[in-house]
């Protein structure tokens, strides 16, 4: 039997949103790449205040929905949804998890690179090299890379990491890495604390910037920096081309979807 693969979504509330629909329109080409990447035995969760797409199954939040302005309480917000997603898969007797931002995508064959990476006596792997997306200028730029960031692209990114549960264990670490690794930018470190060493996941992962609705860069601590990435990326990112949408699940008329800044 082929162990379960999920991609967990965690999604801010509409009370959050700058632009409501352009967040749907952000999930639904994370949904379609996630889609594509996976198999019969892989499964997409949504955690949320407001229900996904009819063919996803949501999990609703019952807290109050952050403030548009309070990062702090989005980041709280963001941490108990994904806490959400992982109790559901550990309700279902466990499996491998990833838990994907609601305006990132993964290769087309990620599912199957990750089952290939991490095997039965590892905890979890990584994505070392990956995409970043600049999807307002439609340009794309390879991680790392000196002149943007120069480092492995788990650091830079949370999409990034593939993670087995285990109900049955009777370590915690073993039953759920990810209630023992908070900070993706730490992941790696963290894990060999614990003694366990993350798989390199020899597929890719893309990490959007210039959505107009990631938080992180209009009022988070490192918004100064992210704006710098963007500025880097529009300067030397090449343009994307349909192959580049497609080897993400996509077209380039999906990438469409997202409105310029100025109708937000």
Avoid at 84 to 107: K, T
């Amino acid at each position: 039997m082929v162990e379960p693969f999920t991609f967990g979504i965690a999604v801010m509330a509409r009370a959050t949103a700058r632009d409501w629909a352009r967040v749907r329109r952000l999930l639904a080409m994370t949904l379609r790449s996630a889609k594509a990447a996976g198999d019969a035995d892989t499964q997409v969760l949504v955690a949320g205040h407001e229900p996904a797409a009819a063919h996803v199954e949501s999990l609703l939040a019952d807290w109050p929905a952050p403030g548009r302005a309070d990062f702090a309480a989005q980041m709280q917000d963001a941490g108990r949804k994904q806490r959400l997603l992982q109790q559901r898969v550990m309700e279902r007797g466990g499996g491998l998890l990833m838990l994907l931002d609601a305006d990132d995508w993964v290769e087309k064959d990620f599912v199957a690179a990750a089952r290939a990476a991490v095997g039965p006596e590892r905890v979890g792997g990584v994505v070392d090299r990956g995409t970043l997306v600049n999807l307002r200028a439609r340009k794309a730029a390879a991680l790392p890379d000196a002149r943007i960031f120069d480092g492995p692209f788990h650091r830079v990114c949370g999409s990034s990491g593939v993670f087995r549960l285990r109900p049955e264990a009777a370590e915690p670490f073993r039953r759920n890495p990810l209630a023992h690794l908070p900070v993706h930018s730490r992941w790696v470190d963290d894990a060999r604390a614990q003694g366990a060493e993350l798989a390199a996941i020899g597929a890719e992962a893309a990490y959007l910037v210039n959505t107009g609705e990631n938080n992180s860069e209009l009022i988070g601590p490192h918004a100064d920096w992210k704006a710098g990435v963007v500025r880097e990326t529009e300067r030397l990112g090449r343009m994307m081309a349909q192959a580049d949408a497609a080897r993400w699940g996509l077209t380039l008329a999906d990438l469409e979807l997202a409105p310029p800044a100025e109708a937000a």
